[in-house]
Nanobody, 115 residues
Framework: QVQIAESGGDLVQAGGSLRLSCTASGGFRTSFAMGWYRQAPGQEREWVATINRYDHARYAPSVRGRFTASRNHAENSLYLQKNSLNADDTGVYYC?????????WGKGTQVTVVA
């Protein structure tokens, strides 16, 4: 059974940094794109970043230049290095992975940025 697990969420001060991790496990053969979404309180879930199997990454304009996505293909892991955090970065961060042509989601990890 495929499982997606995120970790690394925390409370951090504005201007600080945080690194999120995500690992996909279970019975799959091929991992294509992996990515991050986030959902702030009272708002819809929004796309943050996607990185494909060739390590080509794309970012939402709101995080470009501050966030960096990376992958460890051997460990089926995805990371999100977040720098220069601000209050708008607060929310639950979800990892998603396209595995054998099917999209899977994790349960999310909470990031709270305080002044």
């Amino acid at each position: 059974q495929v499982q997606i697990a995120e970790s690394g969420g925390d409370l951090v001060q504005a201007g600080g940094s945080l690194r999120l991790s995500c690992t996909a496990s279970g019975g799959f053969r091929t991992s294509f794109a992996m990515g991050w979404y986030r959902q702030a309180p009272g708002q819809e879930r929004e796309w943050v970043a996607t990185i494909n199997r060739y390590d080509h990454a794309r970012y939402a304009p709101s995080v470009r230049g501050r966030f960096t996505a990376s992958r460890n293909h051997a460990e089926n892991s995805l990371y999100l290095q977040k720098n220069s955090l601000n209050a708008d970065d607060t929310g639950v961060y979800y990892c998603t992975a396209e595995l054998d042509g099917v999209d899977y989601w994790g349960k999310g990890t909470q990031v709270t940025v305080v002044a």
